[in-house]
């Protein structure tokens, strides 16, 4: 069975870091991409970062220069780095196999997700 699983969310104040992780089995995770997403309240899913098998990175603009994507394909896990954390980035956080090596920033491009990692930011 493939499996997904978050962790590493919480509460934060404004400029501070969290640093989520995917942890995942089931199958072969370095021939796969990955990606994060995101979804607040009452908004629609937002594409956050991506990574290929290889390691070729992307990010959201609205997270470009404080997010970062990661992977340790022997720990089959997936990470995301996130720094100078704003109110506006408070969602819940999934994790999301690729359906191929590279997958696009769009949702369908991505098969298997996790159950998500609350993230909240706030004074």
């Known amino acids: 069975e493939v499996q997904l699983v978050e962790s590493g969310g919480g509460m934060v104040q404004p400029g501070g870091s969290l640093r989520l992780s995917c942890a995942t089995s089931g199958f072969t995770f370095s021939s796969y991409g990955m990606g994060w997403f995101r979804q607040a309240p009452g908004k629609e899913r937002e594409f956050v970062a991506r990574i290929s098998r290889t390691g070729t990175r992307d990010v959201g603009s609205s997270v470009k220069g404080r997010f970062t994507i990661s992977r340790d394909n022997a720990k089959k896990t997936l990470y995301l780095q996130m720094n100078s954390l704003k109110p506006e980035d408070t969602a819940l956080y999934y994790c999301?196999?690729?359906?191929?090596?590279?997958?696009?920033?769009?949702?369908?491009?991505?098969?298997?997700w996790g159950q998500g990692t609350q993230v909240t930011v706030s004074s």
């Open positions: 999301a196999k690729g359906i191929g090596v590279w997958p696009s920033s769009d949702a369908s491009a991505y098969d298997i």
